[in-house]
């Protein structure tokens, strides 16, 4: 026992040493990782000053219906946005709340969902909305960008105005985007960092450029010209005009999110230098549409975007392949940040298991088949639809809102959690969740004109999470536990049974739950009831999912046996379990140790073989039509089970596609068993 305890605590040291290793690394600062920064975490809000303007102004009526202190107002509100929501909530604040080293918002509900079962709704209510946010992006910012090759003289004297075109362009981009992830991002990634920062530096030095036209716009830093705007006549959606201000802080949500592949120092660093080339574009923008304002206003709001047409006619046909370079990084990083969600809600048991590759070198470069195909039909769909970025920029910006506010929640369980003074904590909540529900309310009335998209998205996302959430509640609440010690005298007699034929030398059975001596009954009927399975060695695994994201260790108890091993893996939420890999290890190690019997095979590739052959048993649970519970809850069992046969791969999920795997069926009661009762007749 001592030395069983010994390996463990050295197992367990190990893994600290390379989890420090790794923060380590990400809290060095350096030039790489600022270049990686600028390259994975702000390609969403770097591509902001595309559209924002455009949709502040159009939203208002066009430039006609704006004034000089509705430019002031306009660009001090979006100065303001950008450093309450993004330098203080989330650069300051959210990354604080790191679970050792990783961010977003399913890694903040690992570290607080002890705190309270119902902080799984926000977690939920938050991941989805998220995740159709990483629908909308893709669509807003590819079209955006490919909208200004109008700018250009020679493309519109060919097509014109002609959408159909600007539709076919940014379609071909987006199908070779995500075809192009299942061969991972290693090369390209490489140009990510480079790029952005090149693009940074363009908006800033564009921005400078046109600021010399009107310097008088540097006074939209006083935060007096944002107050005034929201009550000014001249602002004709009064307050619900943050819906479209919003959409300058859409991405800061990803500076939370990305937190593990670059490292908060790096993001603290960085960001400054980004904060300051968007602002000086935004007030570029203010400034151009100061001097132009007065002008023939019919030409001007012809393909009218304040970013393109900012551009001195030299720098257009630049401006346009920096845009579309911008919005293919933005789109990409969205991408992947969705399947490192995914992938984070697997793990967690709130998404049904979806087959995991890793086509980088990295392990957090990871590619989901199933997603992919997901985003890119989503994605196609309302570029087809919506035709127009203006149109989509409607649908934009509503879901990210909802995010924004759950992880305000969360982030308040967190505080409490840290003993952080409460009074603290609740002022942070709700200032930040004021603002943010203001904006939510704000960008809420562009629901008719295409945020019910969005919304649509994330329920149909919202909906499978629920349904594979409860129905995991609802198999726990049948599972029946027997006690596993009782059965030890029968497993050892036909183990030596040698009547029996030999089933496998080891058979493993994967659990859901090992605590003390108690299994579940099922697994105990499979090996006598259903069908006598005589082996050398009878396994029972169960994978526990740590709050931590990279945890690697075992724990083992034989019961006192030879031919029993209970083992729990404790895997973190962003491990793959491949189960088959681990067996071989820990069999190696038990049989180092002298614990369990060495196997050798009289025939093998392999001279001198020592370890047997394996076979896995899966044992799948369907809801016995006996069993009498509600309708709802009948219903969530039963689409569990068939999302299940179409998305949800056990073997691929478990690395065992190369392993002999057997499934066996058993009936899931749940509640009371119906009562029938034939009535005995004459045969006749």
């Known amino acids: 026992m001592v030395h069983k305890k010994r390996i463990l605590y050295v197992k367990i040291q190990k893994e600290k040493k390379q989890l420090d290793k790794k923060n380590r690394q990400l809290s060095k600062v350096s030039l790489g990782g600022l270049l990686v920064a600028l390259g994975v975490v702000y390609g969403d809000i770097g591509t902001s000053p595309l559209y924002v303007m455009k949709a502040i102004v159009l939203g208002n009526g066009g430039l006609s219906e704006i004034s000089s202190d509705f430019i002031y107002g306009t660009v001090s509100l979006v100065f303001w946005t950008l450093t309450i929501l993004t330098s203080i909530k989330y650069v300051m604040i959210a990354l604080n709340a790191d679970n050792h080293g990783e961010g977003g918002i399913f890694s903040l509900y690992a570290l607080v969902r002890k705190k309270s079962k119902y902080l799984v709704i926000p977690a939920l209510i938050g991941g989805a909305t998220l995740l159709a946010d990483g629908v909308l992006t893709p669509a807003v910012t590819v079209t955006t960008a490919i909208e200004g090759l109008r700018g250009l003289p020679e493309f519109y004297d060919v097509f014109g105005t002609r959408q159909d075109v600007i539709i076919i362009i940014t379609l071909i981009i987006l199908l070779v985007l995500f ?9 390209v990634g490489k140009f990510f960092g480079p ?21 008088t ?8 010209y944002a107050v005034k705007l929201l009550f ?27 937190m593990g592949h670059v490292g908060k120092i790096n993001i603290r660093i960085s960001w400054p230098f980004v904060k300051l080339c968007l602002v000086l574009n935004y007030f570029g923008q203010a400034a151009w549409l100061l001097s132009i304002k007065n002008g023939d206003v019919n030409q001007i709001m012809q393909n009218f975007n304040p970013f393109f047409q900012m551009l001195p006619h030299f720098l257009t046909g630049i401006g346009v392949i920096f845009a579309t370079i911008a919005a293919v990084i933005a789109s990409q990083a969205l991408i992947s940040g ?12 709130l998404l049904p298991r979806m087959q995991i590759m890793f086509p980088g070198k990295n392990i957090g470069q990871m590619y989901i088949p199933t997603i992919n195909l997901f985003l890119w039909i989503a994605c196609s769909i309302v570029v087809i639809v919506f035709q127009t970025a203006s149109n989509m920029e409607a649908a934009y910006g509503l879901s990210i809102t909802i995010t924004m506010l759950m992880t305000t929640v969360l982030l308040y369980a967190f505080m409490i959690n840290h003993k952080i003074p409460k009074i603290m904590a609740i002022v942070s909540a709700l200032f ?14 562009k629901f008719f004109h295409g945020g019910f998209v969005a919304i649509i998205i994330a329920l149909l996302i919202l909906s499978v999470m629920y349904i594979w959430y409860r129905s995991n509640q609802l198999q726990n609440q049948a599972l029946k536990e027997v006690d596993f010690k009782t059965y030890i005298p029968q497993l050892a007699a036909l183990r030596n049974d040698e009547t029996i034929p030999m089933y496998q030398t080891n058979v493993v059975f994967l659990v859901p739950k090992l605590d003390n001596n108690k299994i579940g009954q099922q697994y105990i009927y499979s090996i006598l009831d259903k069908r006598l399975k005589r082996a050398k060695v009878y396994w029972f695994v169960c994978v526990e999912v740590t709050d931590e994201p990279y945890t690697k260790s075992y724990s083992v108890d034989m019961m006192g046996t030879n031919f029993i091993v209970k083992i729990k ?3 973190g939420f962003r491990v793959p379990q491949d189960i088959n890999v681990y067996i071989r290890q820990i069999i190696h190690d038990l049989m180092k140790q002298g614990r369990l019997e060495k196997q050798i095979q009289k025939y093998s590739l392999t001279p001198g073989r020592e370890v047997g052959d394996f076979r896995f048993i899966l044992v799948q649970e369907e809801i016995s039509v006996q069993t009498d519970i509600t309708k709802w809850n009948r219903q969530i069992l039963q689409t569990k089970s068939m999302i299940k046969r179409h998305l949800s791969s056990s073997e691929r999920w478990f690395g065992l596609e190369y392993s002999d795997v057997d499934y066996e069926t058993v009936p899931m009661v749940i509640g009371t068993i119906k009562k029938t009762r034939l009535t005995e007749r004459p045969f006749l």
């Open 569 to 571: 893996l404790h895997l």
């Open 232 to 258: 000014s006549p001249d602002n004709h959606l009064g307050v619900f005009i943050l819906g479209n201000v919003f959409l300058a802080t859409t991405g800061a949500e990803a500076l939370y999110s990305d």
């Open 195 to 215: 790029a952005m920062m090149i693009w940074f530096t363009f908006l800033g030095l564009v921005g400078l450029y046109n600021m010399q036209v009107d310097w």
């Open 179 to 187: 075809y192009m992830q299942r061969f991972g991002t290693d090369l």
């Open 217 to 224: 716009v540097l006074r939209a830093i006083n935060p007096y």
């Open 432 to 445: 930040f969740g004021g603002i943010e529900t203001i904006f939510f309310i704000s960008s809420a009335t």
């Open 338 to 349: 969705s399947f490192t969600l995914v992938s984070e809600a697997i793990k967690l048991k």
